[in-house]
């Protein structure tokens, strides 16, 4: 990889007298003194990527700002220097501390420089042979897999009960969750500090004994409905007060549902004996404007447990993406004419007429039947997931789904001896109650568990040679955690935007 540093400035010495032989004693030959590296590339990574390094002349550093996949560590072991530009030599140290000269035809071993480790040192020479600069070389690589998530475990919340159905929301920055169903309870903590939570009943203007069954942020009030029907406002999230929405026609429907909130307008159902209608309000939410739904859909139509995302079009138009659990669900044909319960999104475009359901295309790009229901427009994608955690499914469009790989909820390695659920080795499988919410400012999802024992069946391989595999329950117990959550490509976003 090296020459020796001896032999270079001995060929030098011979050189120069060659041509101080050659030419006139009036002839002077003034070489550069210039010692500086202008272009640093090395060879490409992974699938023939190419990372650009910077050189910052002033502090004599070079390194890459975008650093290099997750494992890169495995490629720059071992790699080649592709382009060294100066006008005169570059020498390293040897392993025993001797200047050698840098060879572009042998690999080089930059693995201790990774992320501010011990640098390479890279000493220009110039033509000169007298002036010389240092320059200190580290390559940054990603310690996470951009595309996976990085959880942290944020607080154990004892006042949320084992086995209580939750719902949160987010109002004037802090989180909002209610747990309960008959004697609803209240928990607050802070958006930014998801660890303090305090906890206070449900306040007396809200009906006893009925769970809540939706609720949204609209113009930081709260909007909820009750298991009876009625609807309620907040600015609080604790005291209520009777909200009024008149019915199109006065047609004796009440508020069963409020679905989501734009800026500018809400969206919900009413109902009246079986019949069920749909609706949008003006900013002031007193009017409202009937919007439409196929009839041959209603049955299908999320009933209990919403959730729902905002998202843009690359047009610009604003977009709701609805899931819910409905009366019926939606069937895809399996094989042998088998019929599978899939999760089916709706959607609302603004200035539509009305909801649109988008079913599966095929058996090979649904969601499954979710309980519980929630999704999310993250990182200009739509995901799905639901109670048991098997993991997050994925979109472009709302409509067609493929199960994430890398984007993923905590799982423990059960194979191991001893292994359970604990905070350093969190598991997610198998979970009911929970409730989510995403801040939009930082990209963190944070999760809120009423804890319980979970269970859950996977797959383990019984036989290496034929990859046989058997189904293998596992069961743990788990307490009322709040969890963190973000893509790792985002937090790299966040960090190098200074936020």
């Known amino acids: 990889m090296k020459i020796k540093f001896l032999s270079v400035i001995a060929s030098f010495f011979i050189v120069s007298l ?4 050659c030419l006139d004693n009036d002839d002077n030959i003034e070489y550069s003194p210039d010692a500086t590296i202008r272009a640093f590339v090395l060879d490409t990574i992974g699938y023939g990527v190419t990372y650009p390094f910077t ?5 004599g550093e070079i390194y890459n700002e975008d650093s290099l996949p997750v494992r890169a560590d495995t490629i720059i072991n071992r790699i080649l220097i592709k382009t060294i530009t100066t006008a ?3 020498t390293v140290k040897d392993q025993n501390g001797n200047d050698s000269i840098l060879s572009l035809s042998d690999s080089i071993d930059l693995s201790k420089t990774i992320n501010k480790g011990a640098p390479l ?4 020479w110039a033509p000169d042979m007298q002036q010389t600069k240092e320059y200190k070389l580290w390559v940054n690589i990603h310690k996470h897999d951009p595309d996976s998530v990085s959880w942290k475990y944020m607080n ?5 009960l084992n086995n209580e159905s939750l719902k949160s929301v987010i109002l004037k920055g802090k989180i909002i969750t209610y747990s309960g169903s008959t004697s609803l309870k209240v928990h607050t903590a802070p958006l930014n500090n998801p660890t303090a939570w305090s906890t206070s009943a449900m306040g007396s203007d809200w009906p006893s004994g009925q769970p809540l069954t939706s609720v949204i942020n609209f113009k930081e009030t709260l909007y909820a409905t009750s298991g009876d029907n009625h609807a309620f406002k907040s600015s609080d999230g604790i005291n209520w007060v009777a909200a009024s929405f008149p019915a199109a026609n006065g047609d004796g429907s009440v508020v069963d549902l409020f679905l989501a909130a734009y800026d500018n307008k809400i969206l919900y159902s009413r109902i009246a004996g079986e019949a069920r209608t749909f609706y949008s309000t003006g900013s002031d939410t007193e009017t409202g404007n009937k919007i439409s739904v196929d009839s041959d859909d209603l049955d299908k139509f999320p009933v209990k447990n919403i959730s729902y995302t905002l998202h843009k079009t690359s047009s610009g138009m604003r977009g709701v993406m609805l899931v819910g659990e409905p009366k019926e669900p939606t069937t895809i044909e399996g094989s042998n004419s088998t019929k599978i319960n899939t999760t089916e999104t709706w959607a609302y475009m603004e200035g539509a007429s009305g909801w649109i359901n988008l079913p599966a295309g095929s058996i090979n790009s649904y969601c499954p039947e979710l309980k519980n229901p929630s999704i999310l427009y993250y990182n200009d994608l739509f995901y799905l997931f639901g109670e048991g955690f098997n993991g997050f499914y994925r979109s472009n469009s709302g409509r067609d789904w493929k199960l994430a790989t890398k984007f993923n909820f905590p799982q423990v390695d059960w194979s191991k001896s001893g292994a359970n659920h604990t905070i350093a080795t969190p598991e997610f499988r198998g979970r009911k109650n929970y409730a989510m919410v995403s801040d939009t400012l930082t990209h963190n999802l944070i999760f809120m568990f009423s804890g319980g024992e ?4 996977e797959k383990v391989t019984v036989a290496e040679s034929t990859k046989e595999t058997t189904d293998v329950t596992r069961t743990y117990n788990y307490s009322s955690e709040v969890w963190s959550g973000r893509l790792n490509q985002l937090w790299f976003d966040l960090a190098n935007s200074g936020k």
């Open 88 to 90: 005169g030599i570059v």
């Open 18 to 21: 060659v041509i101080t032989s």
């Open 55 to 59: 050189i910052d002349q002033l502090k």
């Open 454 to 457: 979970a269970s859950f069946t």
């Open 156 to 160: 154990t919340n004892p006042s949320i």
């Open 121 to 124: 040192v890279l000493k220009v």
